[in-house]
C-alpha cells in the first residue's frame, strides 16, 4: 500500500499547494502603497522593510501548512494502509471459516449456557433498572 498511500500525501500536498490564492500576494503591494510615497519608483516603494514583512508573511503561511500536513499526512498514510489490512484480513478470515466444517461452526457459534443466562439475568435487572428510573423521573417531574 506504499504507492497509495504516497499518492494520497501527494494529492494532500498538492491541494495546499493549490490553495494559496493570488488575493493574498495582491494585499501585501496595497500595504505598501498606502504607506509608501507614489512618486517614488517601485524599486524604492518595495524597501528592505516591507521585503521583510512579506517574507514573514509567506513564511507564517508555509509554516501553517506544514503544521497541518504533518497531522494529515499520517493519518492519510495509516487511513490506506488500514483499510487494505482490514479488507486483506476479512478475506482472509471469510475463506477460511468458508472452510470449516458444519459441526466446527455450531460449535464457535454456540454459548457457554452459564454465559447465555448471565446475560438474561443482567438484561432484566437492566429493565428493572430503566424501569424504575422512568419512576422516579416521573415522581420528580410530578413535585
Same mark, same amino acid.
Given at each position: 500500500?506504499?504507492?497509495e498511500s504516497k499518492k494520497a500525501t501527494l494529492l494532500l500536498v498538492d491541494m495546499e499547494s493549490g490553495y494559496l490564492t493570488v488575493e493574498f500576494f495582491r494585499k501585501l503591494p496595497q500595504?505598501?502603497?498606502?504607506?509608501g510615497?507614489?512618486?517614488h519608483s517601485l524599486f524604492?516603494? @518595495?524597501n528592505d522593510a516591507y521585503l521583510r514583512r512579506i517574507a514573514t508573511t509567506v513564511l507564517s503561511y508555509v509554516n501553517m501548512v506544514c503544521s497541518g500536513l504533518r497531522h494529515? !499526512?499520517?493519518k492519510s498514510v495509516v487511513y490506506c494502509q488500514v483499510r487494505e489490512a482490514k479488507r486483506s484480513l476479512l478475506d482472509h478470515?471469510?475463506?477460511e471459516l468458508g472452510k470449516r466444517e458444519g459441526k466446527q461452526l455450531a460449535s464457535l457459534l454456540n454459548e457457554d449456557?452459564? !454465559?447465555m443466562q448471565r446475560r438474561t439475568n443482567l438484561?432484566?435487572?437492566?429493565?428493572? @433498572?430503566?424501569?424504575?428510573?422512568s419512576e422516579i423521573e416521573a415522581v420528580a417531574w410530578d413535585k
Amino acid at each position: 500500500m506504499r504507492e497509495e498511500s504516497k499518492k494520497a500525501t501527494l494529492l494532500l500536498v498538492d491541494m495546499e499547494s493549490g490553495y494559496l490564492t493570488v488575493e493574498f500576494f495582491r494585499k501585501l503591494p496595497q500595504d505598501a502603497e498606502k504607506g509608501g510615497n507614489p512618486t517614488h519608483s517601485l524599486f524604492d516603494r @518595495y524597501n528592505d522593510a516591507y521585503l521583510r514583512r512579506i517574507a514573514t508573511t509567506v513564511l507564517s503561511y508555509v509554516n501553517m501548512v506544514c503544521s497541518g500536513l504533518r497531522h494529515t !499526512i499520517p493519518k492519510s498514510v495509516v487511513y490506506c494502509q488500514v483499510r487494505e489490512a482490514k479488507r486483506s484480513l476479512l478475506d482472509h478470515f471469510f475463506t477460511e471459516l468458508g472452510k470449516r466444517e458444519g459441526k466446527q461452526l455450531a460449535s464457535l457459534l454456540n454459548e457457554d449456557p452459564a !454465559i447465555m443466562q448471565r446475560r438474561t439475568n443482567l438484561s432484566k435487572r437492566l429493565e428493572l @433498572y430503566r424501569s424504575a428510573l422512568s419512576e422516579i423521573e416521573a415522581v420528580a417531574w410530578d413535585k
